[in-house]
């Protein structure tokens, strides 16, 4: 195994994020179509937060009650994009090792973030990423 094996290694190149002041029925279709569980929030070019499917599923109750749909798109339509995000959150640099980044996500409660060289957005880390790079050493 590498010890120094740098995260832009395992990282997902191309990212898919929102701007702060997009609709959240952006961010819920681009989880759908896309079927990701994280998108980084941009203030312009600057990562300002991270939202997850599972903000959005807390928010939602058509998985919890029948003939609810139009509730779903009301609550969607009422918050925004930062009042349901994770702000500031923890971010990486894409020279980070692997390692340093699984220590994180093993201390932490979270499943991604976001890697940024200087303030820029290079890609995004996941749990599931570090997994994957776990099995290919076995």
Known sequence: MKKREPVSNIMTNKVYSVQENAPLQEVVALFRKHKIR?????????VSGIISRTDINRLTFGALFEN???????????????????????????????????????????????????EELKGIVTTTDIIKYMLEQY
């Open 38 to 46: 994280h998108i980084p929030v941009l203030d312009g070019n600057k």
């Open 68 to 118: 609810q749909e139009g509730a779903d798109e009301a609550v969607l339509e009422i918050l925004t994009v930062p009042q349901v995000m994770t702000g500031k959150p923890k971010m990486v640099n894409s020279n980070d090792s692997i390692r340093d980044v699984a220590e994180i996500f093993a201390n932490e409660e979270f499943h991604a973030l976001p890697v940024v060289d200087g």
